[in-house]
């Protein structure tokens, strides 16, 4: 039978709140479908607010592609700010979704995308609000199976109390799997119950389903192993890869925001994975192996998007875009393409050594010439081997040279404070490194009016990397160091006002650790802090670190032992049964080379060093060159 809208309900209330346009849905490329024709439905939930969740490529490209599904039904919720979120339960209004106003309680899944940890306590609103019972222990037949995916749900762990299930990877064919499983389930009358339906999905080995699994803890606390309680349960549960990603040009009409969002533009992944090894970095780590579109998917993605969007932006996305074997053919042809329109290109991501000036030129050739944006990550030479950041300071001097001697006046450097073996000199580095830019800057040009913005994160040793084992920084050592550089930056008077500063203080930075590395301990302490109020924790404005470690106090959780203990090389971590593909083995010897300072070359130009992803997965890079040109439109 149908579902009906609560918007009337909802509408009374949106003169009351700030930004109400952001739920109101009706954007253009919105769907919204029979109910009662579709056999399968999902509420897809990015838990944060509108406008940081309406521009997610994996919210979008899974809505797509289950709307594209004749029996399936699919539709967006975001976390409600906290104004609207009073309002509703004052007047007894449920979480809904912005495509039809359904109330999520009524689907048969609810699918929520972590990118970051810091979204777990507004997917317990959205439950709350929703009717759905927090613990996945007491929700009913009437209740949609909860499911996490995103980067985030590489270690679900501190949040399994929560979830029904989980999926690793590539979302793609799996979303479809998963929805031809509940369609058959249903078609045969429910057989077993909720029950039944989560051996169903847990049995293939692609979904995690937490109540599966026993976790056995030694009495110093870590954790003696992982082990799955029903026979038919495997040991392990994989990553899905999607291997030929030009059989998936998503998204084909991408959604374009009533509200003003953090992206306005079209966003084309061009290729997905990375193989450079930094060691740092979860996301290069866990989407391995490196798959290329095409150029002719590319192209034939851009002309589409910005057709059904009218967007006049185009961002070309991936964990290294320059690194694309046919970057520079990509870029000329695009440019060539839209020169003369209205269409400009960006490349959001680029590393210092695969920057070239002709490549930004393309760029920028029908665009305005913004500021670049590289990202050295650590402050000294020696910073930069440990993390497996090949870049020299030659290589940052020249690279930035050669932009401000073409015309760049602005250029942006990322870094990171409190990553593994740093010293406080090598934070005070990072200065050094920005007055020598600006050095190199005036020198090139000849002219002061050059820039250089310093933006500074602290550092969180992340599931599935190298750094899994590490200690993490104390907030009080990260923020004495960040304050002598600011102090350092400041009292410069020959380059300190050319230089911006922006940097996180170490306090949020020690949460995230808690929930990055955590295990099911940990959502006891998730909980209380929702429970006292904690909401949009990746929000400064919002963040309490009080509420986080009073709560951790109250539950009996040792924040320290989660974060700046550094693990032993056998310890079980929380999620060793979850297989991103990466060999264990690997992974703690190239920690090991870390604190030598040990370099590893990309996989894609030099010889396999057994990582572990092709063979397990059954996967291999794939790269161009295709040899292909991408020729202008023809104007009819």
Known sequence: MPVESIFPRLEALLPKV??????????????VKDWDAADVRWALMYPDAYEVGLPNQGVAILYEILNELPATLAERTYAVWPDLEALMRAEGVPQFTVD?????????????????????????????????????????????????????????????????????????????????????????????????LLMRLAESGGVYVPKFYDVDYHPDGRIQRVAPNRPD????????????????????????????????????????????GCRFCQAGMITRPVRERSITTIGDMVENGIKESGFNEVGLLSLSSADHSEIAEVAKGLADRYEGTNTSLSLPSTRVDAFNIDLANEFSRNGRRSGLTFAPEGGSERMRKVINKMVTEEDLIRTVTTAYSQGWRQVKLYFMCGLPTELDEDVLGIGDLAKKVIKAGREATGSRDIRCTVSIGGFVPKPHTPFQWAAQADHETVDRRLKALRDSLRGDREFGRAIGFRYHDGKPSIVEGLLSRGDRRVGAVIQAVWEDGGRFDGWSEHFSYERWMSAAERAGVDVDWYTTREREENEVLP???????????????????????????????????????????GTEIQIGPTGRKLLPLTVV
């Open 575 to 617: 999620w060793d049964h979850l297989d991103a593909g990466l060999d264990r083995e690997w992974l703690w010897q190239d920690w090991q080379e870390a604190v030598t300072g040990g370099e590893v070359e990309d996989c894609r130009w030099t010889p396999c060093y057994d990582c572990g992803v092709c063979p397990t997965m």
């Open 100 to 196: 039809a106003h359904r109330p999520v309680r009524a689907f048969d899944v609810l699918g929520v995308s972590f990118s970051t940890e810091l979204g777990y306590t507004n997917m317990l609103t959205a439950l709350d609000l929703a009717g759905i019972p927090l613990r996945a222990a007491d929700r009913g037949e009437d209740d949609p199976i909860v499911l996490a995916g995103g980067h985030a749900a590489f270690n679900p762990e501190p949040i399994a109390d929560f979830l029904d299930a989980a999926v690793l990877g590539d979302g793609e064919q799996i979303s479809i799997a998963i929805s031809e499983v509940i369609r058959e389930w249903k078609a045969e009358g429910r057989p077993g119950g909720r029950d039944e």
């Open 233 to 276: 349960v495997p040991w392990r549960v994989h990553k899905h890869t999607v291997m030929d990603l030009d059989e998936w040009p998503y998204p084909k009409k991408p959604l374009v925001p009533l509200a003003e969002t953090v992206h306005e533009r079209f966003s084309v992944e061009i290729f997905r994975g990375c193989t450079r």
């Open 18 to 31: 700030q930004k109400p346009i952001q739920y109101v849905g009706g954007e253009l490329n919105s769907t």
